[in-house]
């Protein structure tokens, strides 16, 4: 956790983004770590734990962590969140709560009611298109023999 708290802490004052810090851990030993880079990558999805993340799943040469641990400076935000649940982290250690980021208006409870609402009455306009056609390619999806399930 203190390697997340100091990422967190260098990484803003050389102003790489906001004051996020992350480890992604396997037996004992940091395999990726990440900062928020939102700002200095014009990467809206740079958010620490996304870029521990993909540092260790390059490290490992895989895409599933489920033998691994997630340190946050900070409790992650919905996206980030999203993310451990695809890489089968089993746990997450967190420092910051989403209230104390929402004190420094870092602040998830408008994505967080938004994910709740039906898709109708969501802030960004949602409109689906095109479902037969792209229905088609799940379809091929379930019967292809050499697919990689994840």
């Not at 599933?64 to 992650?76: K, N």
């Not at 998830?108 to 229905?135: F, N, T, Y």
């Amino acid at each position: 956790m203190r390697e997340a708290i100091r990422l967190s802490l260098s990484k803003m004052r050389e102003n790489c983004g906001g004051p996020f810090g992350a480890v992604v851990v396997r037996n004992g030993k940091i395999i990726g770590r990440g900062w928020n880079c939102v700002t200095s990558a014009n990467d809206p999805t740079a958010h620490a734990e996304i870029c521990a993340i993909r540092e260790a799943c390059n490290k490992l040469k895989a895409f599933r962590l489920d033998d691994c641990e997630l340190y946050s400076s900070c409790e992650p935000c919905p996206m980030c969140l999203a993310a451990i649940y695809w890489a089968r982290i089993k746990t997450i250690y967190y420092a910051n709560t989403r209230k104390d980021a929402a004190r420094i208006e870092f602040d998830d409870d408008l994505i967080c009611r938004k994910m709740a609402l039906p898709v109708s009455r969501r802030k960004i306009r949602m409109k689906q298109l095109l479902r037969g056609e792209a229905v088609k390619v799940f379809a091929e999806w379930m019967d292809k023999p050499d697919k990689v399930r994840y």
